[in-house]
């Protein structure tokens, strides 16, 4: 449809010799799971400090980080876990895989985090855990949700997956008290293809969870004294010694992302129907995870045609998450005792959104400045035409 040229754009994931030589590393040591080797380690020291965290443990993925985590905050039958209805179905699924039940609620019009109130109002005495997003790399509102549940026994977890690198006034993940699990999936901001690890600010739940991501197995066990219940969760080595490489490039990749939404989002903006994800300015680092915006009033059929139009101009679009209590997997187990109408009713501002929102791969923000230009003006040109 469009004339244009399709914009030149980096490819993702990226890699060069860094990872090359990571790989032959943890190749040579001889011994390719953590137990044996150093790579997984190191990584964990290396990216617990980036974040400011006393301990971090790496596993298998960001969906089983979530799960480690709410299990070593005590969460299992008879608890109840508050996520935005507004996110990856992962955020649920780990609730839900431990035998709690997973309450969706409303989330903000603008930065598409956690709504502070209506976490408030979902509370009741079997809440454990308030689950935010920091949706697309934009942190939640913090300090509402210390607020909130400050004397309350109920914990947070922040779902920082898209967060890598993060800050809040200030403050990097790792140092805001609570525990963050992590994705290295491989359209996140560092990748080993598949990944995850869980930040943990004290010493108990950590060693708590490395026993459960073990098979319940102390470090130097030798004679099968599994001690808790558990699962297979170790992150192998060559997923370390990759992550480690990826590490490397973080900073800088953060820098020019941010750049690049400034002048994106200033284009997005003018743009007669579009609205691009707003901003919070306590949430004063963001990596970027996507670049959102959405059409106020479309319909989701026709938000899916302006995806289809912008991808076969050569940008990368994709419709935004679905609102998890929309989907089927949502109400196998682990769901609230309320009807799908009655959850929507409580969450309008998820079901827009859900409908009206378009995403661009964080690769998009790599790019330099005329091909932004050339980006906005595709979808410009995508939206006259819808
Ligand atoms: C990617 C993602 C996850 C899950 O991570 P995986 O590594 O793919 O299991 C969890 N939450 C959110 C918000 C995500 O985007």
């Given at each position: 449809?469009?004339?244009?040229?399709?914009?030149?754009?980096?490819?993702?994931?990226?890699?060069?010799?860094?990872?090359?030589?990571?790989?032959?590393?943890?190749?040579?040591?001889?011994?390719?799971?953590?137990?044996?080797?150093?790579?997984?380690?190191?990584?964990?020291?290396?990216?617990?400090?980036?974040?400011?965290?006393?301990?971090?443990?790496?596993?298998?993925?960001?969906?089983?980080?979530?799960?480690?985590?709410?299990?070593?905050?005590?969460?299992?039958?008879?608890?109840?876990?508050?996520?935005?209805?507004?996110?990856?179905?992962?955020?649920?699924?780990?609730?839900?895989?431990?035998?709690?039940?997973?309450?969706?609620?409303?989330?903000?019009?603008?930065?598409?985090?956690?709504?502070?109130?209506?976490?408030?109002?979902?509370?009741?005495?079997?809440?454990?855990?308030?689950?935010?997003?920091?949706?697309?790399?934009?942190?939640?509102?913090?300090?509402?949700?210390?607020?909130?549940?400050?004397?309350?026994?109920?914990?947070?977890?922040?779902?920082?997956?898209?967060?890598?690198?993060?800050?809040?006034?200030?403050?990097?993940?790792?140092?805001?008290?609570?525990?963050?699990?992590?994705?290295?999936?491989?359209?996140?901001?560092?990748?080993?293809?598949?990944?995850?690890?869980?930040?943990?600010?004290?010493?108990?739940?950590?060693?708590?969870?490395?026993?459960?991501?073990?098979?319940?197995?102390p470090r130097t066990d030798r004679r099968y004294h599994h001690q808790v219940a558990g699962s297979n969760m170790r992150m192998n080595e060559f997923s370390a010694a990759v992550l480690r490489a990826q590490m490397t490039r973080l900073d800088d990749q953060i820098a020019l992302r941010e750049k690049s939404w400034r002048s994106l989002s200033a284009l997005l903006a003018q743009i007669p129907g579009v609205r691009p994800q707003g901003d919070d300015p306590r949430a004063d680092r963001n990596p970027h995870y996507m670049a959102m915006f959405r059409l106020p009033g479309w319909t989701e059929e026709r938000r899916n045609l302006l995806v289809d139009r912008l991808v076969a101009a050569g940008v990368p679009a994709f419709a935004a998450f679905r609102a998890i209590y929309r989907t089927a997997a949502f109400w196998e187990t682990g769901a609230p005792a309320e009807s799908i109408n009655a959850v929507a009713k409580r969450c309008p501002n998820t079901e827009a959104i859900s409908q009206d929102c378009v995403w661009l791969h964080h690769r998009t923000l790599l790019a330099s400045g005329q091909d932004l230009n050339d980006v906005a003006a595709i979808v410009a040109e995508s939206v006259a035409a819808g």
């Open positions: 449809m469009s004339p244009r040229p399709a914009p030149a754009l980096p490819e993702w994931p990226q890699f060069d010799d860094t990872e090359r030589q990571a790989l032959e590393r943890a190749l040579n040591q001889g011994q390719w799971w953590r137990m044996g080797g150093k790579e997984v380690d190191s990584f964990e020291r290396e990216f617990a400090e980036y974040h400011g965290a006393p301990h971090a443990l790496a596993v298998t993925n960001g969906t089983h980080a979530l799960e480690l985590a709410l299990q070593a905050m005590g969460v299992g039958p008879g608890t109840e876990v508050i996520v935005p209805a507004f996110t990856f179905i992962s955020s649920s699924q780990a609730a839900q895989r431990l035998g709690a039940v997973t309450v969706p609620v409303d989330v903000d019009p603008d930065t598409y985090c956690i709504d502070v109130a209506a976490a408030a109002a979902a509370i009741t005495p079997r809440t454990r855990v308030i689950m935010p997003v920091h949706m697309a790399g934009l942190m939640a509102d913090m300090d509402g949700l210390e607020k909130l549940v400050a004397d309350s026994g109920i914990q947070i977890l922040q779902d920082a997956a898209h967060a890598h690198g993060a800050r809040w006034q200030g403050k990097r993940v790792g140092e805001l008290g609570s525990v963050a699990a992590f994705s290295f999936q491989n359209g996140k901001l560092m990748t080993a293809g598949e990944g995850g690890a869980v930040l943990f600010p004290d010493e108990e739940m950590y060693e708590e969870a490395f026993l459960r991501h073990s098979c319940g197995r």
